[in-house]
Nanobody, 122 residues
Framework: QVQLVESGGGLVQAGGSLRLSCAASGLTFSSYAMGWFRQAPGKEREFVAA????????YYADSVKGRFTISRDNAKNTVYLQMNSLKPEDTAVYYC???????????????WGLGTQVTVSS
């Protein structure tokens, strides 16, 4: 049974930082591309960042480029999202997702976590 469990969300002031983690189990983690998505109230789920199975390639939405960094530790079956210079518009539930082999920027991922809330106050 595959499980993705996000952690690290919370309330932060604008300009602050948070580090999200996603711990994976029940899959061969090093064979999966990993993605972070977010969904704000009343909006569709959107792509934030993704990383290839090896960690050698990373991808970002334009809205977070230069502020967020995705990374992974295959020995710990964990993917991270370091979020700096946070803005109120970053407020959303953040989800991690796993997809066999290839990174995509759409929501076509096989497995999803339940999400962690990030709230940025102005």
């Amino acid at each position: 049974q595959v499980q993705l469990v996000e952690s690290g969300g919370g309330l932060v002031q604008a300009g602050g930082s948070l580090r999200l983690s996603c711990a994976a189990s029940g899959l061969t983690f090093s064979s999966y591309a990993m993605g972070w998505f977010r969904q704000a109230p009343g909006k569709e789920r959107e792509f934030v960042a993704a990383i290839s199975w090896s960690g050698g390639s990373t991808y970002y939405a334009d809205s977070v480029k230069g502020r967020f960094t995705i990374s992974r530790d295959n020995a710990k079956n964990t993917v991270y999202l370091q979020m700096n210079s946070l803005k109120p518009e970053d407020t959303a539930v953040y989800y991690c997702a796993a997809r066999k082999f290839q990174v995509v920027r759409t929501t076509q991922y096989e497995y999803w976590g339940l999400g962690t809330q990030v709230t940025v106050s102005s």
